[in-house]
């Protein structure tokens, strides 16, 4: 019996020992890096140094981050294969079935992982809260290895790390955002435009969705200078751009493309639909009235409008709807091209009017 419990007692000196033995590597590898996380401030650096150490210490089938800011999510994901099931987890634990995902994938090699199932057991991923507040994030992981006590502390670690990177890297975006905008006009500068609406076009053709630009310019503009002064015309801009911005959805952005011409990109929209509010937008100028100096100005815009279809790039889509632009101020003016006249004989577009009008009325009260 003795003998026994000598044994035994041996055994357990052993475990113990070898757990302190791991529990120490652990820590040493999550120290090393935590200085790696700490020296990054791009996201997808961030999450590849976080997904290399929790497969370094528990060895994982699958890692997950999702963060939804605003109307938008991301997702980041390894193995790619968990793709399609992993953004349906996410959508019911964010309740966001309605928005769109833009998927990063953290690795490219699946050669590894080939012969495995694409599905994974719903029941034993593990989840855990990020950030809580204006975004919300969480991280997903289904580890290979059992949750020991001092894993809980590890991946408490990682958290609080990534918590502190995300923070750091959303005020980035914020500066990023406003250094992105004319101040006097509180519309997004050309030289922001190129990279935004290059975004929003791969996105739309990666997810065969729509994407339309409108681009508008106020007629007889440089009378307005001419005539009042150039602080006059200043005011003009604001009032115009204030307007345009009231008239249009969050996802919607308007851009200063020229001295007093404007580009609108329209993410998920179609050419029916643009048309339908450029029209709208017309109107809306035509019957406003800026006051400055005691005058009443009232001005007209020019309006063209091309949707992305079969077009490969920014430059042939901003080339075409130039093209349209310059065709309505040469039919003189306060013109939208394409009109309203032809769509209207096209029985699909007929039937989407009222919709696409309570659609942008909706989005406006919202914004």
């Known amino acids: 019996m003795r003998d026994l419990k000598n044994l035994l007692n041996q055994v357990v000196m052993a475990a113990t020992l070898a757990y302190r033995t791991v529990r120490g590597i652990d820590y040493q590898v999550l120290s090393q890096y935590i200085l790696k996380i700490n020296q990054h401030a791009d996201i997808d650096a961030i999450l590849l140094e976080i997904s290399h150490c929790l497969k370094d210490i528990l060895g994982y089938e699958l890692f997950g981050f999702a963060l939804k800011n605003g109307c938008s999510m991301d997702v980041w994901i390894d193995p790619r294969r968990f793709s399609t099931q992993f953004t349906d987890v996410v959508a019911r634990d964010f309740e966001s079935q309605n928005i769109g995902f833009l998927v990063h994938h953290l690795t490219d090699a699946e050669a590894e992982n080939s012969h495995n199932s694409d599905r994974f057991d719903i029941n034993t991923l593990i989840s855990y809260k990020v950030i809580d507040n204006d975004c919300v994030a969480r991280l997903y992981i289904l580890p290979k290895k059992n949750i020991l006590s001092h894993h809980d502390t590890i991946i408490s670690t990682i958290i609080q790390s990534l918590n502190l990177a995300l923070d750091k890297n959303l005020s980035i975006q914020q500066l990023e955002h406003a250094a992105a905008l004319d101040p006097s006009l509180i519309v997004t500068t050309r030289r922001a435009l190129c990279s935004f609406i290059a975004s929003d076009i791969a996105y739309a053709q990666r997810n065969g969705g729509n994407l339309s630009v409108i681009m508008f310019d106020l007629d007889n503009f440089k009378e307005v200078n001419d005539l009042h002064g150039h602080m006059a015309g200043d ?66 815009a020019s309006f063209g409008v091309a949707s992305l279809e079969n077009k490969r790039d920014v ?24 009109s309203l006249l032809p769509c209207f004989a096209d029985r699909t577009f007929v039937s989407q009017i009222h919709t696409v009008s309570r659609n942008y009325v909706n989005a406006s009260q919202v914004a």
């Not at 011409?261 to 509010?277: C, G, H, K, R, S």
């Not at 632009?325 to 394409?338: R, T």
């Open 235 to 300: 005011s003009v801009l604001r009032e115009i751009s204030a307007l345009i911005r009231s008239s249009i959805r969050r996802s919607d952005y308007i851009a200063r493309y020229g001295g007093e011409e404007f580009l609108l990109v329209l993410p998920d929209t179609n050419l029916y639909f643009a048309v339908q509010l450029a029209d709208k937008l017309r109107k809306k100028i035509e019957e406003n009235t800026v006051r400055h100096g005691g005058r009443a100005l009232t001005l007209t």
């Open 315 to 338: 430059n042939s889509l901003l080339k075409e709807v130039d093209e349209r632009l310059y065709k309505a101020k040469s039919m003189g003016k306060n013109n939208v091209v394409p």
